[in-house]
């Protein structure tokens, strides 16, 4: 019904009929069916929650990337809500919620504020894009990066109509063990030098 991007983690619906197809395309289209991600982010995200409201299309300087077209000249238009979680200082917690379902829509929003999803090779996030030059800090960063060895994402909950029931059903996906491991890292960090606030 939809796809979640190589290695971010979480919850996919699929349709086992034509019916069901149907049914389900037509709430992803309507916007009415409930799509909840989980992502670490890097940077300390100023407001408690935010909308980011920018056109998504492929980057003419590389066709693997998206990028926004804020005047929305080009590509497709693409929301998504945030709001904050917890903080570590130099990376956030946030959960998304997506109004649009594009290629890459998180990541790419969230680049565009600023906020490059920790460890996401492919826009950048797998360098120290936040926090300090010290060596000791470059090292906790790399063994954070080796415990979450992909972008730090990951589809939490779903919710949609059954297409035979007509009744409201909804999913959650608990964190996997390499996305709850990093924020434990980052929390233990961060309560260590005193930074962030939950």
């Known amino acids: 019904m939809h796809r ?7 919850l996919l619906v699929v349709a086992k ?17 409930e799509r909840q991600y989980l992502a670490l982010v890097w940077g300390d995200v100023v ?21 926004v077209f804020p005047d929305g000249d080009q590509g497709k238009p693409a929301i998504t809500h945030y709001e ?4 570590f200082g130099y990376v ?32 950048g996030g797998d360098k120290i894009l936040k926090g300090t030059t010290f060596t ?29 029931t007509k009744k409201k059903m909804s999913f959650m996906a608990p964190l996997p063990d390499d996305f709850e491991g990093a924020i434990e890292k980052w929390r233990n960090y961060a309560q260590h030098q005193h930074l962030g606030n939950s």
Do not use: W
Not at 50 to 66: A, I, Y
Not at 139 to 155: E, G, I
């Open 4 to 10: 979640i991007d190589k290695d971010t983690s979480g």
């Open 47 to 67: 407001n408690e929650q935010g909308t980011v409201n920018g056109h998504l299309g492929r980057d003419p300087k590389n066709r693997l990337l998206m990028t």
């Open 17 to 33: 009929t034509d019916n069901a197809m149907a049914f389900l395309a037509q709430q992803f289209h309507d916007k009415t069916s």
């Open 136 to 164: 000791k800090y470059k090292q906790f960063v790399d063994n954070s990066f080796k415990q979450l060895p992909r972008q730090a994402l990951h589809a939490q909950t779903l919710g949609f109509v059954h297409p035979e």
């Open 84 to 87: 904050v979680v917890e903080r």
């Open 92 to 123: 956030t917690l946030i959960k998304c919620v997506l109004e649009t379902g594009r290629t890459h829509q998180i990541r790419a929003h969230m680049k565009h504020i600023g906020h490059t999803l920790f460890n996401d090779a492919r826009y």
